[in-house]
């Protein structure tokens, strides 16, 4: 889905001595155009795909974090024209920060944008990379361009999610040691649960199932996978990357399963111990009798199963139609070739 671009701005980091790092502003806010959408759907596909995002929320100490107070002071999303002056005031923050770690600048992107009914704040440090092209007269002439195959220093604020009152409204790329300043930078707030991210997890991956439309024995083979995988992580204390994980899952729809499970509506954060014990609901429910013998998926009581504690019964839904008529017809006493 294509971003719907509010207001765009580029600023840029530029080496030095004292202080290491210092800002450039851009001139003015640019107008929108054709590459500059293109830049920005690119880079929004960018960031939600290649995983390894923390999620969390403003520090309350907005004299050290001061991003939530420039937002509240600047108030874009109803006054959208302070965007030029909000988008300084980060880009002040923004170099003091990285002017403590290791972090070379580059050009900082600001944008302003509409995704799936959410307003997102995003800010990102590119570089520039050379490459080649072929003019009109068939020669090959150097071409220099933004690279975004590797994000490493860049994060968003949920906007909407923020007015909200909601979770999880800011994240950023975790990428190494030299990107952490993004969450100083931001003002993240992280308190990560192994069980809390475990649970988001088994939710998200039981809605990939609903809506790539698998049936039991494929919703099974995937959750097998899932729970085997992910017990073996919780074992030996290794922390996962969401990542690795759809790459084990589902290795041709890999970056489609990426994507599904680092975005936004789950908010994992990669990195995580899973945690044993609530991976036990990834496990399939089974009980036995003389007269049946039945196994339901752990999210069966999310689509019409019931279990009554007092009565110890088991209520199941019977959506196929050709079911339907056979249950039917058993219960009425009726033969297959009876018509009445």
Same mark, same amino acid.
């Given at each position: 889905?294509?971003?719907?671009?509010?207001?765009?701005?580029?600023?840029k980091?530029?080496?030095?001595?004292?202080?290491?790092?210092?800002?450039?502003?851009?001139?003015?806010?640019?107008a929108?155009n054709a590459s500059?959408?293109?830049?920005m759907d690119?880079?929004n596909q960018?960031?939600?795909s290649q995983?390894?995002?923390?999620?969390?929320?403003?520090?309350?100490?907005?004299?050290n974090?001061?991003?939530?107070?420039?937002l509240?002071?600047?108030?874009?999303?109803?006054?959208?024209?302070?965007?030029?002056?909000?988008s300084?005031?980060?880009l002040?923050h923004?170099?003091s920060k990285?002017?403590a770690?290791?972090a070379?600048g580059?050009?900082?992107?600001?944008?302003?944008?509409?995704?799936?009914?959410?307003?997102?704040?995003?800010?990102?440090?590119v570089?520039e990379?050379?490459?080649a092209?072929?003019?009109?007269?068939?020669?090959?002439?150097?071409s220099? +361009?933004? *690279?975004?195959?590797?994000?490493?220093?860049?994060? @968003?604020? /949920?906007l =909407?999610k923020?007015?909200? $009152?909601q979770?999880?409204?800011?994240?950023?790329?975790?990428?190494?040691?030299?990107?952490?300043?993004f969450?100083?930078?931001?003002?993240?707030?992280?308190?990560?649960?192994?069980?809390?991210?475990s649970?988001?997890?088994?939710?998200?991956?039981?809605a +990939?199932? *609903?809506a790539?439309g698998?049936?039991y024995?494929? @919703?099974k /083979?995937? =959750?097998?996978?899932a729970? $085997?995988?992910?017990?073996?992580?919780?074992?030996?204390k290794?922390?996962?990357?969401?990542?690795?994980?759809a790459?084990?899952l589902a290795p041709e729809?890999?970056?489609?399963?990426t994507t599904?499970?680092t975005?936004?509506e789950?908010?994992i954060n990669?990195?995580?111990?899973p945690?044993?014990r609530?991976l036990k609901k990834?496990v399939e429910?089974?009980?036995?009798?003389?007269?049946?013998?039945i196994?339901?998926?752990?999210?069966?009581f999310?689509?019409?199963?019931?279990?009554?504690?007092e009565t110890k019964?088991?209520t199941l839904?019977?959506n196929?139609?050709?079911?339907?008529?056979?249950?039917?017809?058993?219960?009425?006493g009726?033969?297959?070739?009876?018509t009445?």
């Amino acid at each position: 889905m294509s971003c719907e671009i509010t207001a765009f701005i580029v600023h840029k980091m530029v080496p030095a001595e004292k202080p290491r790092l210092i800002a450039e502003s851009g001139p003015s806010v640019l107008a929108h155009n054709a590459s500059i959408q293109s830049l920005m759907d690119t880079l929004n596909q960018r960031y939600m795909s290649q995983g390894g995002r923390t999620f969390g929320q403003f520090s309350p100490d907005q004299t050290n974090y001061p991003i939530s107070r420039h937002l509240d002071e600047k108030d874009i999303l109803n006054n959208p024209a302070n965007f030029y002056d909000l988008s300084n005031e980060i880009l002040t923050h923004l170099v003091s920060k990285a002017s403590a770690t290791s972090a070379t600048g580059g050009w900082v992107l600001m944008c302003l944008y509409k995704h799936n009914a959410e307003k997102v704040l995003a800010v990102a440090v590119v570089n520039e990379t050379t490459g080649a092209s072929i003019d009109e007269t068939f020669q090959v002439q150097p071409s220099i +361009y933004i *690279d975004l195959t590797k994000l490493r220093h860049a994060g @968003r604020i /949920n906007l =909407t999610k923020w007015k909200s $009152d909601q979770k999880g409204y800011v994240n950023f790329i975790k990428a190494g040691r030299e990107s952490t300043y993004f969450k100083e930078f931001l003002g993240c707030n992280t308190t990560n649960s192994n069980v809390e991210e475990s649970n988001k997890v088994i939710i998200a991956i039981r809605a +990939y199932c *609903d809506a790539q439309g698998f049936d039991y024995i494929q @919703r099974k /083979n995937i =959750t097998d996978l899932a729970h $085997d995988w992910l017990k073996t992580a919780s074992r030996t204390k290794r922390p996962i990357l969401l990542a690795h994980l759809a790459n084990h899952l589902a290795p041709e729809n890999a970056e489609e399963l990426t994507t599904f499970l680092t975005s936004d509506e789950y908010a994992i954060n990669d990195d995580f111990i899973p945690d044993m014990r609530s991976l036990k609901k990834l496990v399939e429910l089974h009980t036995q009798d003389n007269h049946w013998d039945i196994k339901l998926s752990n999210d069966a009581f999310e689509h019409g199963a019931i279990y009554n504690i007092e009565t110890k019964t088991l209520t199941l839904p019977v959506n196929s139609v050709e079911d339907q008529e056979m249950f039917a017809r058993h219960v009425q006493g009726l033969e297959d070739h009876d018509t009445n």
